[in-house]
C-alpha cells in the first residue's frame, strides 16, 4: 500500500555516498526531502539532481534536507556526482542512498508490482518512477508526487509546496491554488470569525467559507 499523508515514514538504514545512514536519524529535527529516479548516468536524472544542487541555498533556508535515491551502488553515485557538477555548475553536496536490491523503494511504493533487478538492469528494468516525497520533522509524510520516467520533476514547484507546508504546518491555515509566498492564505473553517480574526487580524472574506488571511511571518 502506499503511504498516506500524515503517515510516519519507514525508517531504515542504508548505504550512501556519503557513509551510512539511519534514516530518522538523519532527518533528525529538520524537515526532509526524499526523491527517487531511474538510475545513474541517465539524462532527465542528470537534469534533476543538477535542479536540486542548485537550490541547495534554498535547502538550507528552510531548514530541510534532501537526499536522492536509485538502484545503483555507492561507487557509481560518486562517478554521477561529477557529471552532475559539471551540468549545473553547483556543489551535489545531498547524500544519494544505494537501494541496489530495491529495498526501500519497496518500503516507500515507489515501484511497480512487475519491477525486476536483472544482473545489469536497465531504468526500464527496475522502473524506478520519479517519486518525492516531502517529511516534516515529526517524520511524517505531508506531501508526495509521482512522475513517470519520461518526465522531469519541477523543483520549483517542489520547492513552491515545500514553502506552503511551512506556512500552514500545526496553524489553522491553509493555501489556495497558485499560492507563493507573500500571498495572503485560507483561514480553517475550525475557526469562526472572531476567533480567525482575534488570531490573523482582518479578514478579506470573498465567500462564508472562504475567508483570506495576512499569512504570518
Not at 524506478?128 to 519541477?154: C, H
Amino acid at each position: 500500500m502506499a503511504l498516506r499523508i500524515n503517515a510516519t515514514v519507514p525508517d531504515f538504514k542504508a548505504d550512501t555516498d556519503q557513509g551510512e545512514i539511519s534514516f530518522h536519524d538523519w532527518i533528525g529535527d529538520s524537515w526532509a526531502i526524499l526523491f527517487s529516479h531511474p538510475k545513474d548516468f541517465t539524462p532527465v536524472c542528470t537534469t534533476e539532481f543538477g535542479a536540486v544542487a542548485q537550490l541547495a541555498d534554498e535547502w538550507a533556508k528552510r531548514g530541510t534536507k534532501v537526499i536522492g535515491i536509485s538502484v545503483d551502488g555507492v561507487e557509481d553515485h560518486k562517478k554521477w556526482k561529477g557529471d552532475i557538477e559539471s551540468f549545473a555548475g553547483a556543489n551535489a553536496g545531498f547524500p544519494i542512498i544505494a537501494d541496489q536490491g530495491l529495498d526501500v523503494a519497496k518500503l516507500f511504493d515507489m515501484l511497480p508490482e512487475e519491477a525486476v533487478l536483472p544482473d545489469q538492469p536497465t531504468p526500464a528494468d527496475s522502473a524506478t518512477v520519479r517519486s518525492v516525497f516531502i517529511i516534516g520533522p515529526d517524520k511524517k509524510l505531508k506531501l508526495s508526487m509521482t512522475y513517470p520516467m519520461t518526465i522531469g520533476r519541477n523543483f520549483a514547484e517542489v520547492l513552491r509546496a515545500l514553502d506552503a507546508l511551512q506556512a500552514t504546518y500545526e496553524v489553522p491555515l491553509a493555501a489556495p491554488a497558485n499560492w507563493v509566498p507573500g500571498e495572503d492564505v485560507i483561514v480553517a473553517l475550525s475557526l469562526n470569525d472572531e476567533q480567525a480574526e482575534e488570531k490573523y487580524g482582518k479578514l478579506d472574506k470573498k465567500l462564508p467559507y472562504l475567508r483570506f488571511a495576512k499569512a504570518p511571518s
